[in-house]
């Protein structure tokens, strides 16, 4: 017995510990919980009937014409809104929860009418950027009130100087004839004429426009003249500081005693003034009472006709203000400057920090404060850029161990640690001469063009920053010459320069000259990044294939065709396909007899027969021949963009490209009319016979370095609109034709390529296009397509064959076969 109990507790003591657990959690719980709790409520008749008939008195007081709040049962929420302006109260606020009191309707006569049809497949139609289903508004439009008198001199300049800092900005004045046709100077400007040239009345109308057209975008409106210079990233700092939720009209703030309205404080216009959303969706309703008082209209400034209509509208609550949540508008009046002001003189902190300086008489004066003011914010930054840094060095000692070091400069990233020898970032070597980082094989060449540039302006910089240094100990700084320098672009840091340099030393005081040896290092660190913006397009393009078909590339047409039909003819996608047969003079005269191209076309009916769905006439793969000696890309797409509309979306490819849904998606997206060409960058495949040996050829390319490569040197495959390309050759022909008779050698060395990068203000959008992958095929090199079309592709045949390890391992078979033994 007392061994079955021992046997017994053995096999239950490793559970001991779970049971006691268990145990305590119950005991545990069962002490927390409370008896009894303070909130419950126990329901009992009599408690049910009070709730009952608290309900029926709330529907008797709603339908008791003397409660202000009976109408707002049966109102919609915008004639609630007014009922309550109109009856100048708010409505009622619960002070704690016991005043609301939930209640379920039972009744179906009282539930909300829906409008909803079973089975209506409607389509809902969503919005065509994601912040307009958010919401979400844009900050600031600036609006410049001009004249006939100064648009084109004072307008302009201030337009150079304030609109790149802006989102939006719009020019307001009366109907004048002047401005039938705008300047050169005022082209991109956009301008807004009126049909009174009354001031106040352009100011009313000013404030309509800005709140039909973009009173559902915008927050803030910015509203000054073409007199005065407004600094806008202050301004752009200022709506970014307050909340959009107040009715704010902020400014340079002055007074005048009125008859009727008494004081009025009214925000100055020449200084400019901001004024809010939800107070311009107020003010504007009433404008036109204000408009009809004539004595108002006639007598007072635009600004404080404006001052006395919002102290009336609003009922005199939200007057003009110069301080808002802690931010001041400050203003400079030129007019109260000394006779003798120049602004690169002037230091008043009046002067430096102000948003607006009003008085402008000069667009020599408007460039002047601009160029001033953007000095005054550089040395801001710099100032602090050091008060940050030398915070980061305070809390460095603080950090944990390892994250102790700071690297140079501080507050920069450190620079890119390679993980194994191949992420290694190699530095360039160059002087002030050349270079030995060249394109090619070539070991060294000579500085030319935005590097020579980058080496020159890299060099002042580097002696600025030594005289800055060493000029307050009495040091004249002056370069004799560069012996090395190096230079590589780190990703997370930017540009590092290293600067090996004799320089001369001036001490001032000895006057003696010193020549030393001294190291520099720089880095030109990335800026903050900008976003660009692009117009909208979407996948829905059809994209127009055309490929062009030679002699020697007959035998690829088939895995072409079948590649197209799998992705393009299985799918229903939206593109189409157009074959150009490119025929020399000789196999053209034998087309009746021997066609060479015979056995392509008896494969294209066979296409036919199998996916056309229709009885028309009309080819689903349609082509066109043409006779050249000299095959290129703008004879070719000479020939077929007659026969497309302007809208049409080409994409030129070889005979060698697989095709690809998601490239094609790619192609429409990044493809832009009007605006962007896309020339991606293939991944080809090595020669087969080389790399795979007696290995069949896979039928899927993968991306790896023993497969194949980024062909850099191959535009074969583009994507454009028509309409850009007939504009780009019309130029080009155009100025070809200034220089030459014939036309026809010059385009034979052109491809699309050069002829958008010279001809055209296209965006060319050149990357890496993992999506597009090439079959290994040899290209026939023809030198009389010119030296940098040949260069190009005689260097792509090259490279193609395969990687250096591979060819070493073709040309020398034994040693690579002693050393793997």
Known sequence: MKLRRVICVNKIRPFL?????????????????????????????????RKLNSISR??????????????????SKEEAFRYR????????????????????????????KVDFQPGSNKKIVRPRFISTELGIREKLVSSIITSRNTFETLGVALNKTFSHHMKKVIYFDGLMKSHSNLPPSASGITLVLHPNANPVHILYQTLSYLNSKFGEEYDWFYIT???????????????????INRRLYLGNTMQYEDEIAGTVTYCNMNSGFIISRLLLIDLVPGLDRCLEDM?????????????????????????????????????????????????DTENSDAFKNAVSVSGVETPEMMYLLHK??????????????????????????????????????????????????????????????????????????????????????????????????????????????????????????????????????????????????HRVNLLRPLSQIEIIPMPYVTEAAKVNIILPLTRDERGHFENFMKFFAKVCLNNDENAALIIVFVYDPETAQQIQDNDIFAAQKELLKTYEARYKKDESNSKLIPWVSIKT??????????????????????????????MNLNFLNRCRMNTIQGWQAFFPIPFSQYNPDIVLKNAPVPEQIDITPSNGHFDIYSFDEVCFYNSDYMGSKTKMVASMGDRNTDNTDAVETVDIYDMFVKYSQLHVFRAVEPQLTRRYIHRNCNSRNGDAIYQRCDRSNAEGLASRTQLAMELFPDDSKSKQT
């Not at 109109?86 to 006569?109: G, M, S």
């Not at 320089?503 to 010193?514: A, D, H, Q, S, T």
């Not at 004879?635 to 697989?658: H, P």
Request: aromatic fraction near 8%; hydrophobic fraction near 35%; glycine fraction near 4%.
């Open 295 to 343: 004595a108002s209209v006639n007598t007072l400034t635009p600004d404080q006709w404006l001052g006395k209509c919002i102290k009336r509208i609003t009922k005199a609550a939200v007057d003009c203000v110069s301080e808002e949540e802690g931010v001041v508008y400050h203003t400079f009046d030129l007019k109260n400057a000394a006779s003798n002001f120049d602004p």
């Open 629 to 658: 000696e000299i095959p290129c890309q703008l004879k070719i797409m000479d020939v077929v963009a007659k026969k497309y509309s302007t809208d049409s979306l080409f994409m030129l490819t070889s005979v060698a490209a697989n």
């Open 58 to 75: 709330s529907k008797e007081s709603m339908n008791d014409p003397n409660n202000p709040n009976a109408p707002f049962e049966t109102m």
């Open 372 to 517: 001033r003011f953007s000095q005054i914010e550089i040395d801001r930054t710099y100032k602090e850029i050091v008060a940050i840094q030398e915070e980061i060095k305070e809390l460095a000692p603080k950090l944990p161990k390892g994250e102790q070091e700071l690297s140079w400069p501080i507050g920069i990233n450190p620079p890119f640690k390679p993980s194994n020898r191949w992420d290694i970032i190699v530095w360039d070597y160059f002087t002030e001469d050349y270079t030995l980082t060249c394109p090619g094989e070539v070991p060294k060449c000579e500085l030319t063009g935005v590097d020579k540039l980058d080496i020159q302006n890299i060099l002042q910089t580097a002696i600025d920053r030594l005289n800055e240094k060493y000029n307050p100990k009495g040091l004249i700084v002056e370069k004799k010459k560069l012996i090395n320098g190096y230079r590589r672009f780190d990703p997370q840091r930017g540009m590092e320069y290293i600067l090996d340099l004799v320089l001369n030393v001036i001490v001032e005081k000895e006057k003696e000259e010193i020549e030393i040896s």
């Open 225 to 243: 003249t073409d007199q005065s210079y407004s600094e806008g990233d202050r301004i752009n700092e200022i709506v970014d500081h307050i909340s």
């Open 17 to 49: 510990p779970v049971i006691i657990g268990i145990s305590l959690g119950f005991s545990m719980s069962i002490v927390r919980m409370p008896i009894s709790h303070e909130d419950c409520v126990h329901l009992s008749k009599d408690n049910v009937d």
């Open 85 to 112: 302006k109109d009856r100048d109260f708010a409505p009622p606020v619960y002070d704690t929860l016991e005043d609301f009191e939930p209640r379920i309707i039972t009744d179906p006569a009282l539930l909300p």
